[in-house]
């Protein structure tokens, strides 16, 4: 399958701890964007990468989030000292090339924080 | 300025119909839209897109038409099936960064 993918699918954690999701992109896809999408709701932009940089983080992003994309092929999101409001989807998309390229979305990672 | 209003926010069509989901932008640096669909669980896949250049873009059963001077979008399924059933957004990008700004969703459900 050569789809992207993202690990773990779903992840159910206690207020105030740490969790980590990674992303692994399409193979030749530069780009490399996350997203939260909370219960009837469209996803918000949180980050991108164009390969190994960071280009953009939505203000979302507390500092609780960090995200990275060493070498410019997988990506992690992590959340620090969860909160219950973290509760969501985070979907990870990427894409090719400089313009609107298609961005082509994971199956999600849905957070569950009690 | 941001923002993308989708309506409905629900929309019931029988089988065979005709499925009209509406977006309206209100930033004209947006200049790429896309709409995707998305099941339950699962990520949003992408149906069709189309740039502010041409008024209109078929793609199967999946049409989109585009009104420039009316900052509005739509997305037509002709002949909907029972495996049309899910959720449908809309969404724009600018050239400046490509970050998806998406509508509120419309859950659609094709009665058999």
């Known amino acids: 399958d050569t789809g992207v993918s993202q690990d773990p699918r779903h992840k159910i954690t206690k207020r105030g701890q740490n969790v980590t999701f990674r992303c692994d992109p399409i193979?030749?896809?530069?780009?490399l964007y996350w997203y939260r999408q909370t219960l009837g709701q469209g996803p918000e932009f949180l980050t991108y990468?164009?390969?190994?940089?960071?280009l953009e983080k939505s203000r979302l992003l507390s500092d609780r989030f960090s995200a990275e994309r060493p070498k410019g092929s997988f990506s992690t999101l992590e959340i620090q000292r969860t909160e219950q409001g973290d509760s969501a989807m985070y979907l990870c998309?990427?894409?090719w090339g400089r313009g609107h390229y298609e961005q082509y979305f994971g199956p999600g990672t849905r957070l569950t924080v009690t | 300025q941001q923002q993308v209003k989708q309506s409905p926010q629900s929309l019931i069509v029988q089988k065979g119909g005709i499925s009209i989901i509406n977006c309206a932008y209100e930033n004209t640096a947006f200049d790429y839209f896309p709409w995707y669909q998305q099941f339950p669980g699962k990520g949003p896949a992408l149906l069709i897109a189309i740039r502010p250049d041409v008024s209109e873009k078929k793609e199967g059963r999946f049409t989109i038409s585009f009104n420039k001077s009316a900052k509005q979008f739509s997305l037509h399924i002709m002949d909907s099936q029972p495996g049309d059933s899910a959720t449908y957004f809309c969404a724009a990008s600018m050239d400046s960064n490509y970050q998806l700004i998406w509508g509120a969703g419309t859950k659609l459900i094709i009665k058999p």
């Open positions: 998309a990427s894409s």
């Open positions: 193979s030749e896809h530069n780009r």
């Open positions: 990468f164009q390969n190994e940089a960071q």
